[in-house]
């Protein structure tokens, strides 16, 4: 099992940057690939960037590159997401996710049915 908790999330206003956490426990976390995904009202989640815990590979999406990182800090067992010069369309829930398979080598899963794990979520709202 692997448990995720997120925190960071708020009400910024365009342009502003915003770093979110996810601390990450279980046996077997650091073996899965961990990524970041949102979910804007009435849209389906959407993949925004993960990362292998282990090599550290990553993956972003085309709307966020450029503006959003993803890193992690192996000693605190945390995943951050550093999203700056944001936009009102970057408004949505966003969610960590650990992926289902281990190990995975240096592919980066981006389909959210390839994620088992599931943080609660954080509000991240960007006004104009």
């Known amino acids: 099992q692997v448990q995720l908790v997120e925190s960071g999330g708020g009400l910024v206003q365009a342009g502003d940057s915003l770093r979110l956490s996810c601390a990450a426990s279980?046996?077997?976390?650091?073996?899965?690939?961990l990524g970041w995904f949102r979910q804007a009202p009435g849209k389906e989640r959407e993949f925004v960037t993960a990362?292998?815990?282990?090599?550290?590979?990553?993956s972003t999406a085309n709307s966020v590159k450029g503006r959003f990182t993803i890193s992690r800090d192996k000693d605190k067992n945390t995943v951050y997401l550093q999203m700056n010069s944001l936009e009102p369309e970057d408004t949505a829930v966003y969610y960590c996710?650990?992926?289902?398979?281990?190990?995975?080598?240096?592919?980066?899963?981006?389909?959210?049915?390839?994620?088992?794990?599931w943080g609660q979520g954080t509000q991240v709202t960007v006004s104009s």
């Open positions: 279980g046996r077997t976390f650091s073996r899965r690939t």
């Open positions: 990362i292998i815990w282990s090599g550290g590979s990553t």
């Open positions: 996710a650990a992926s289902g398979s281990v190990d995975s080598g240096g592919y980066v899963p981006t389909r959210r049915t390839q994620y088992a794990y």
